[in-house]
């Protein structure tokens, strides 16, 4: 009886221990991981943390800048480290993401307010990036901006 008891305890047990761990750990979506990303990555630009972003792009990563003119990874690293404009904020809104199996779209538009030439500017981006799965993790391939014209 009393080996029962304690068999029946240490099930009961480790029951709630599965229930409790299940609960701590929330699951996070493709687009909620995708959409953070998105805002490491933005973060991360302003602090020059080019390692984090490293990982993000993919090795065959190509931009298309709201120029027109294209950059691979190598360009996009050096353009981080380069960067050395004052940036008041940068805020990202009006996210939407799709998942395709193991590749995504992610839409987004960026809100950009800096000082240039002692002035204050604002701009305002839309950006298109594609995500493929790779081992787990996602890494961006592409990556396309457009200036909205103020108005």
Same mark, same amino acid.
């Given at each position: ?18 229930t ?10 493709d ?5 953070e ?11 020059k ?16 800048y ?11 690293l050096?353009?981080?480290?380069? /960067?050395?404009?004052?940036? %008041?904020?940068a805020? #990202?809104? !009006? ?7 193991? +590749?995504? @779209?992610?839409? /987004?538009?960026?809100?950009? %307010?800096?000082?240039? #030439?002692? !002035? ?7 950006? +298109?990036? @594609? ?10 391939v ?10």
């Open positions: 009886m009393r080996r029962l008891l304690l068999f029946e305890c240490c099930v009961l047990w480790a029951a709630l221990a599965v409790a761990s299940s609960q701590t750990l929330p699951v996070r979506s687009q909620q991981v995708l959409i990303l998105e805002r490491g990555w933005n973060e991360a630009f302003y602090r943390d080019v390692a984090f972003i490293e990982n993000i792009l993919a090795d065959e990563f190509v931009a298309t709201e120029d027109g003119s294209r950059g691979d990874k190598a360009h996009e050096a353009l981080i480290a380069e /960067f050395d404009q004052q940036v %008041v904020s805020t #990202q809104d !009006e996210f939407t993401v799709k998942v395709y199996d193991d +590749t995504a @779209v992610v839409w /987004f538009t960026l809100n950009l %307010v800096g000082i240039r #030439q002692g !002035e204050r500017a604002e701009v305002t981006l839309r950006f +298109t990036d @594609v995500f493929v799965l790779r081992d787990g993790d996602w890494q961006c592409s990556s396309q901006s457009t200036k909205v014209a103020p108005g």
